[in-house]
């Protein structure tokens, strides 16, 4: 009776450590499709070699382009495709640490990023002094979920009362990033 409890103790500590070890792998999925705050726009997460990257992937309305760049010969460029999360590196079991471009004032920010749970992914960053931070939803991927928030009106209405970014009046539009390749191709582009 001793002998079958201790097996049966010993089974439970390996389904238990077995459960926790598949958490903590699922929980460090950062790869994928999220909903910026204000589900304006959507960035999709790859990893390219030994980094993650993160480019915008769907915008509420067109034709915005990066009109706040330090260098006057980007600010014509279209912010759909552009890489914003920029080489993140691994550096705990859930978190990655490099730099975010914000098309929004032009300034690139060191931040972290990690898993909340396995929907929720947090951002934190600071620039000088200045530290702040969003939670981004995941997101459906692909054509027909881009097709969906297109024709969502919740979505495709302006969703806060941020004013829309400059040039950006045309619909719901969605970069063609199907797989993790064609995000690291539009990286290595995006480098040129």
């Not at 993160?54 to 460029?77: C, F, H, M, V």
């Not at 970014?165 to 063609?176: Q, V």
């Not at 191709?185 to 040129?192: L, P």
């Amino acid at each position: 009776m001793i002998k079958n409890a201790r097996a049966f103790r010993t089974i439970r500590y390996a389904l238990a450590g077995l459960l926790l070890t598949s958490a903590s792998a699922l929980a460090a999925d950062v790869t994928g499709e999220w909903w910026i705050e204000g589900k304006f726009g959507r960035i999709r997460i790859e990893k390219c070699s030994d980094r993650m990257w993160g480019l915008i992937s769907w915008e509420q309305a067109s034709g915005a382009t990066d009109y706040n760049n330090p260098d006057p010969a980007k600010r014509k460029r279209q912010t759909l495709g552009m890489p914003i999360l920029l080489g993140l590196k691994q550096t705990a079991d859930n978190r990655w640490d490099g730099k975010v471009y914000s098309p929004e004032d032009g300034k690139f920010w060191d931040i972290n990023i990690s898993l909340v749970s396995a929907n929720k992914l947090r951002l934190q960053g600071c620039l000088l002094f200045f530290c702040g931070g969003q939670t981004w939803d995941r997101a459906p991927v692909g054509f027909k979920a881009n097709e969906e928030a297109g024709n969502n009106s919740r979505i495709s209405a302006t969703p806060s009362n941020k004013p829309l970014p400059k040039g950006a009046n045309g619909p719901p539009k969605a970069a063609p990033f199907e797989t993790a390749k064609d995000v690291c191709s539009a990286v290595t582009a995006s480098k040129s």
